[in-house]
């Protein structure tokens, strides 16, 4: 299966989007978060997994939030051979389109509830679940590593590839034997079929004869029931009639005992009677006292209170005395503070205009230190035009030279090497073609003792004339090795004549002057900036000169030095020799005038201390006279308290006295005492009553007759009810005996019991059947767990093969019954998968599902590889090798990646980005 586009319509926060893949080779598809990458891999999934009237929550879920539009999927994939385009929409205007293309150009479509019912058949056809879900990686699934033993693509792929069988035994066989197993059990080992069938018939046969047992039980448990309730009821109607015979009698004592109720019921009435005249009598003796007590407390109160105001009053009248004082004082600071104000104002405007003039000489300076900048501007400028290295170059000229180092490497590695050395007088003769020398170029004679290294590539020839002639030539590898070299050198050279230098040495130094003269250029145009932050210089100069009244001097800005110690003045110039470095020499600034303006701010500061101290002094008047005031208000206010409270005092005295005289009008003191006394005595007269009434009711019980007669009634309702309910289900007891009689139901146990004999004897010989296929089953599915440690070399060598391009000759895995990584080997090291790193476990994973993606790729039930957001825990060495192996396994299947950390994939070659925009 290859996908070449996908297309999503109001699909989670998707509008309208489509993305087109390539059908071979790594893509990185790379977008924001919530950008709708995961959304991609989800829609491809839905397509094939739900019709469009699904009402699954996984569709309500990818609905837009708030907007009434359907969720739309397009895809368009290769498929066995053949192409399709397969779009769906949910929820809204539901529909359901495939369209297929075969090889020979032939066009088939299908719509609705057919088109969906084909595309699941094909995919279901044509695409390995196990496989499926074993190469697509979800997000935050990159570290669970691979189970694809049940993956029958690999399977297959590693058998061609081992020539060893699957099961170790003839196919033939193996399916007669999955066919007679698959009879009885199902593939997790429960029963089916006839045997499934004959266990559910021995269940019913047996339910049907335990009901027809517990029937006959039921009956002779409603033959001892029915004795049982007539028992019962016999016992309760006779409890009942000696139950009434008692109620009669509490009867007879609540008549008897109501006439003294209803006395005690009248004593009680006018006990309360009294009682609450008692209370009202006590209430106005209460009252009379209270009124007494006020009228003694207000006097003492007013006499107090008259006291107290006058003596307020007095104070309040010298606060305001105070207070006229301390006004008179602060007018005559305030006169003082106006005089050094003018005083400070005249200072002031002395040494600003002073300070203008120094400005004015400062902006002349930097004016001319800008024209100093903008020279250096200038010439950095210069020299960066001149350089024609930059970064990428001077990388490609160490990656050629680099290239360079590594194909002699090899050429030294697969060539041999001769070393040859003149021992004796006769001469030594050399000569040939695809020659290295290590120390210069190859002597064509050896003299004396002297000797030479030889790489040959090609042919060399040693001899010693008239006597001996041996002649060296390499083997066939050599010269793809020495093609490797010239091509190696030829493009070294090439890239040094396009940048102009003579090495790699020399470029790194050219790119060196490069960033110091890019440097200074910034630091120039930085300073430029700072000196022309405020506006241009000139334009100050003239506001001053206006200001001042003076004339501007000429070329005032050409007569001033250039500044000293300005950051970045020059200072990284002095391998660039520029005729712009003496350009202001020979010019002065003008000498200043500190005297003015330092007896100008002298004489400003002297008249600040003066305003200072009239400030302070007018401070100190003006919290005197705030406090003075305060104080006034103050005592002001307390005299108002105290003539208010005084006269509060006086009406409060007179409304309890006025008080005290209309209730004596009423009724004097002395005829308040005596009231309350003869009511109390009228109170103890009744109660005393009371008390014999109460006792005679005790005595005669007159309070619980009541109440044991309720009980009595009570426990004759109930008896009544017990006696009716057992008449009841004596009744139906008697009616379900009469019934089971005419039912038969002896004749029923016997039949069942007879039926299940028959179908127990029946399961017994499937049972026996069944055990049998499961022995043989199982033991030659155990023969082919063993021959599956054969075919699991082909994984594992191509896993081992990926992974030493990353981490180097002594990596090694193993690999357990389902084909999973249990185990690494690295520099000797072996470690169990879950005891390695998190970066490791992930690119461990990563390079597994590359090694399944590679064995499957040739065959039909090839699938894209998926990673979601991969390579999270890596390193920078680890993401540059990783980059390199995602890039190769390009080479040979559809590798699709999604991030929104483009920088992880920056080292895949040749690979395909696609930007997704929110």
């Given at each position: ?38 959304s ?26 708030g ?40 066009r088939?479509?299908w ?36 189970t ?30 999955e ?32 009901q027809?047992?517990?029937?006959m ?13 007539a ?32 006395r ?53 009248r ?121 120390a ?5 004679e ?7 290294e ?11 004339p ?33 940048a ?32 022309t ?13 206006a ?8 070329e ?7 500044v000293e110690?300005?950051p ?17 020499e ?44 305060k ?22 005295l ?28 009228e ?19 007159a ?11 009570a ?23 009469e019934q ?31 055990e ?28 081992e093969s ?21 185990e690494?080997?690295?520099d ?46 890596s ?9 390199a192996?995602?890039?190769r ?30």
């Amino acid at each position: 299966m290859r996908l070449h586009a996908l297309t999503l319509r109001d699909f989670r926060g998707v509008k309208d989007r489509t993305v087109r893949l390539p059908a071979l080779g790594t893509t990185v598809v790379v977008g924001d978060n919530e950008v709708g990458k995961s959304s991609l891999v989800e829609a491809f999934a839905l397509i094939f997994d739900l019709p469009d009237d699904s009402k699954s929550t996984r569709i309500r879920d990818i609905q837009p939030v708030g907007q009434d539009v359907g969720p739309e999927v397009t895809a368009e994939l290769t498929l066995g051979g053949r192409e399709l385009t397969y779009t769906k929409r949910w929820l809204k205007n539901r529909a359901t389109e495939l369209t297929i293309v075969d090889s020979d150009g032939r066009r088939t479509s299908w719509t609705g509830r057919e088109a969906h019912n084909e595309a699941e058949r094909l995919f279901h056809e044509h695409v390995d679940r196990v496989l499926w879900q074993t190469l697509m990686v979800s997000q935050g699934q990159s570290l669970v590593l691979p189970t694809p033993a049940d993956a029958e693509p690999l399977i297959t792929a590693v058998t061609a590839e081992s020539g060893t069988p699957i099961d170790g035994a003839s196919m033939p066989l193996v399916s007669a034997v999955e066919h007679e197993y698959l009879r009885y059990w199902t593939p997790r080992g429960r029963p089916t079929g006839d045997f499934a069938r004959s266990e559910k018939a021995v269940a019913a046969a047996e339910l049907t004869a335990a009901q027809a047992l517990k029937a006959m039980e039921e009956v002779q448990q409603d033959i001892r029931r029915a004795e049982r309730l007539a028992l019962d009821l016999e016992d309760v109607t006779a409890r009942g009639t000696d139950h009434l015979r008692s109620v009669e009698e509490l009867r007879e004592r609540k008549k008897a005992t109501d006439e003294i109720l209803l006395r005690r019921d009248s004593v009680r009435a006018r006990a309360e009677t009294a009682r609450a005249r008692l209370e009202n009598h006590t209430r106005t003796r209460v009252e009379r006292e209270r009124l007494l007590d006020e009228v003694e407390r207000f006097t003492k109160a007013d006499s107090e209170l008259t006291e107290r105001r006058t003596d307020a009053e007095t104070v309040a009248r010298t606060a305001a005395e105070t207070v006229h004082a301390a006004e008179a004082a602060l007018a005559e600071v305030v006169e003082l503070k106006d005089a050094r104000r003018t005083d400070v104002q005249e200072a002031e405007r002395r040494v600003a205009e002073l300070m203008d003039r120094a400005e004015l000489d400062r902006l002349l300076g930097q004016q001319a230190e800008l024209v100093d900048v903008r020279a250096r501007i200038a010439t950095a400028g210069t020299i960066l035009d001149r350089i024609k290295v930059d970064d990428a170059k001077v990388a490609a000229l160490e990656d050629a030279h680099a290239a360079v180092v590594e194909a002699r490497a090899a050429l030294a590695a697969g060539v041999p090497e001769v070393s040859v050395r003149r021992l004796g007088a006769e001469p030594v003769k050399l000569s040939g073609t695809g020659l290295d020398v290590t120390a210069g170029a190859l002597p064509s004679e050896l003299g004396f003792d002297e000797s030479a290294e030889v790489l040959v590539s090609g042919e060399l020839v040693v001899g010693v004339p008239g006597q001996v002639e041996v002649t060296v030539r390499a083997g066939g590898e050599a010269a793809t090795l020495r093609s490797r070299v010239d091509e190696a050198v030829r493009r070294e050279k090439d890239l040094l004549k396009k940048a102009g230098v003579k090495d790699v040495a020399a470029a790194r130094e050219l790119l060196r002057k490069a960033d110091t003269a890019a440097a200074e250029l910034n630091e120039a145009r930085r300073t430029e900036r700072s000196l022309t932050a405020g506006g241009d210089p000139g334009e100050r100069i003239a506001v001053l000169t206006a200001r001042l009244g003076t004339d501007e001097p000429e070329e005032a800005a050409d007569k001033q030095a250039a500044v000293e110690g300005v950051p970045g003045q020059m200072s990284l110039f002095e391998e660039f020799a520029s005729p712009l470095d003496t350009l202001f020499e020979g010019f002065e600034p003008p000498a200043a005038e500190p005297g003015d303006l330092a007896g100008a701010q002298a004489f400003l500061e002297e008249a600040r201390a003066g305003l200072a101290e009239a400030e302070r002094l007018l401070g100190d008047a003006e919290f005197a006279a705030a406090q003075a005031r305060k104080a006034a208000d103050e005592d002001r206010s307390e005299a108002q308290n105290a003539r208010a409270r005084s006269e509060i005092a006086a009406e409060r005295l007179a409304a309890a006295a006025d008080a005290l005289e209309s209730a004596r009008g009423v009724l004097d003191d002395d005829a308040v005492a005596l009231a309350e006394t003869e009511a109390t005595a009228e109170v103890e007269a009744v109660l005393e009553e009371l008390t014999a009434v109460q006792e005679q009711a005790d005595a005669a019980g007159a309070d619980q007759v009541a109440g044991e007669l309720a009980d009595a009634l009570a426990v004759a309702e109930r008896l009544q009810g017990e006696r009716d309910t057992l008449r009841d289900a004596l009744r139906t007891t008697e009616g379900r005996l009469e019934q089971s009689g005419r039912d038969g139901l002896a004749t029923r146990r016997d039949v069942a019991e007879l039926e299940l004999a028959a179908v127990r004897a029946e399961h017994e010989s499937l049972r026996r059947r069944a055990e049998a296929a499961r022995r043989v089953y199982e033991t030659l599915s155990r023969h082919r767990a063993e021959a599956q440690t054969k075919y699991s070399e082909p994984l594992q060598s191509r896993i081992e093969s990926l992974g030493r391009s990353v981490y180097g000759p002594s990596f090694r895995v193993w690999l357990d019954d389902d084909l999973a990584v249990s185990e690494r080997e690295l520099d000797g090291t072996r470690l169990p998968v879950e005891a390695l790193s998190t970066g490791a476990q992930e690119q461990l994973a990563i390079i597994t599902r590359l090694a399944i993606s590679h064995l499957v790729s040739t065959g039909e039930g090839s699938v894209p590889v998926i990673f979601d957001d991969a390579l999270g825990w890596s390193d920078k060495a680890r993401l540059r090798d990783m980059g390199a192996l995602l890039g190769r396994a390009g080479d040979h299947g559809q590798i699709i990646i999604l991030t929104c950390m483009p920088d992880r994939y920056e080292y895949v070659p040749r690979a395909t980005f696609i930007k997704l925009d929110a």
